[in-house]
Structures are given as C-alpha cells and as structure tokens.
C-alpha cells in the first residue's frame, strides 16, 4: 500500500491545484453575493480552448497566452455579472433566478465552444516536459508549478480581502449591503471585480487542466461538480477552507482512484460529502478568508 503512496501524493497535487483555483472564485462569488455561479465550469473551458488557441495555433509562447487568456476572461466574467446577474440578484428570488440564468449560460457557451473550436479533444502543450525522480517515480515539474500556481494565486487571494481596501470593500457588501453604501462604497462595483477575479481565477485552473488532460466543449460539469463538494467540504465562506478542502478531496480521489478504481472515485467523494454534511454542515473551517 505504501508503494503507491507517491503517485497518489502527486496525483494529490494536480488536482488539489486545479480545483483550488476553480473553487477559489466561486467561493468568493458566494461569500459576497450569495448566489452560484452554474456557469463557473464554462470558464474554465473557455479560458482553456482560448490559452490553446493563442499558443498552439497563433504560436504565442505559453505565458504571454494565459497572461492575454486571462484578461480576456476577466472582462467576460465581468460582463456576465453586469448582464446576467446584476439584473436578476436584485429581485425577491433573485438566488434562484441567478442560478438557472447561469445554469443557461453554461449551456449557451457549450453550444458556442462546439461551433467555434469543434468537438475534437485539444490539448494545451505544458511549458516543460521535464521531470525527476522521487523514490523510483517520475514526477513531472508542471505537477510543482501547477502547486505553486494554486498556492500562490489563492494565498494572495486571501492576503487581498483581508489586507487591501479592495478587500475591505468586498468584506462590507458581504456583511451589510446597505451600510456600506453609507460609508461610499458602490456594491456594483465591488460585484464586478469579484467576477473578473472569479473568472481569471479559472482561467489559471483552465491552464493546469488543459495541460493534464484534453479539452472538449461538455467536459466543464466534472470540475465543477467537484468544486461544489470541495466548497462545501471546505466551507462556503472561507478561502482556507477552500484550500484545504481542494487537496483533501484530491487526495480522496486519488486514494480511491489508485487503491479502489477509477470508476470508485466519485463515490467516495461523494460518500465524505454527505459524512461531513451530517458531522459538520458548516464545513472544515467555519469563518474567515
């Protein structure tokens, strides 16, 4: 059992970082406005067949690609919360009608992914294909640099919303709407930039997928699936809880991947799910960033 502790140790890494970075937004999406955004997975798979685009058939170097990916998908995230959701989160039921809306959404920009990119698999080539050695295992450097994306783009994520005014801005609107109209904030503003963030966010976990595995127009309503487990496993209000419980629950799908199956995996997912919903509904960190 121990032999395989390596490969599910790294396998850990991978997905801990990609679903750390996609549920990062979505959890400050919640933490200020209150709503789910269903159309989170499609994001990601915009922004991966975008990085692809301008790196494998424009022939940009991998960087400067994510680096235009990601403001591209920063200003679309930002259009979506100015024209789907700004509209409707005012109203009595305005949750729910933010949720079907981007529930639409989602399926709108699938339609759109199969009409512009095809339904062939695409694959963004990693930066390196280099590796090295832990006990008998090769372990690829994208798996450290994925770790260290993930770590570094959510810790300073946090350090944000706690230390900088815009940080502050996004704590008030979350605590007291009203109050901190008061005090000059303008909660429309503070919604927008939570939704570029959300969605450039997602376009860094778009680069960790499209490098690991291929992309296709359906294939965004796995992660995001995950990233609600992990949201709720981790706590819906904290970015730490989104953090640790991103890598929990890879390590739970790798354990189970390797040891049980692959077909277990999402069983046993899900089976800590509802455990941890019964145990503790609030998740493993209660409040805080």
Do not use: C
């Amino acid at each position: 059992m121990l032999d395989g502790l390596i490969p599910v140790l790294v396998s850990t890494l991978l997905l801990g970082s990609m679903y750390s970075l996609l549920t990062a937004g979505m959890s400050l999406i919640w933490s200020t406005l209150q709503v789910f955004n269903y159309a989170h997975g499609a994001m990601l798979i915009i922004g991966g067949y975008l990085i692809w685009t301008l790196s494998s058939e424009a022939g940009l170097p991998l960087p400067l690609a994510v680096l235009i990916a990601t403001v591209v998908m920063a200003g679309l995230g930002a259009l979506v919360e100015l024209v789907v959701v700004r509209p409707l989160a005012s109203r009595p039921d305005g949750t729910l009608m933010v949720m079907v809306a981007t529930l639409a959404l989602a399926g709108l920009a699938e339609g759109a992914a199969q009409l512009i990119w095809g339904p062939e698999n695409k694959q963004v080539r990693p930066v390196t294909t280099a590796t090295f050695d832990i006990a008998g295992v090769a372990v690829r450097w994208t798996t450290v640099l994925a770790f260290l994306l993930a770590v570094g783009l959510v810790g300073g994520l946090m350090l944000a919303v706690n230390r900088t005014g815009w940080g502050a801005s996004i704590r008030a609107v979350a605590q007291n709407r009203d109050m901190a109209m008061l005090l000059g904030i303008k909660p429309g503003r503070v919604y927008l930039s939570v939704f570029a963030a959300s969605a450039a966010l997602a376009t860094a976990g778009a680069l960790v997928f499209a490098t690991t595995t291929t992309l296709t127009p359906a294939k965004g309503s796995g992660p995001l699936l995950i990233a609600f487990v992990v949201l709720v496993f981790g706590g819906t209000a904290t970015l730490m809880g989104t953090l640790i419980g991103a890598y929990a629950i890879g390590f739970i799908e790798a354990s189970a991947s390797y040891w049980i199956g692959l077909q277990w995996s999402p069983v046993a997912v899900f089976v800590l799910l509802v455990v941890v919903m019964l145990v503790r509904p609030e998740g493993l960190v209660r409040r805080g960033t």
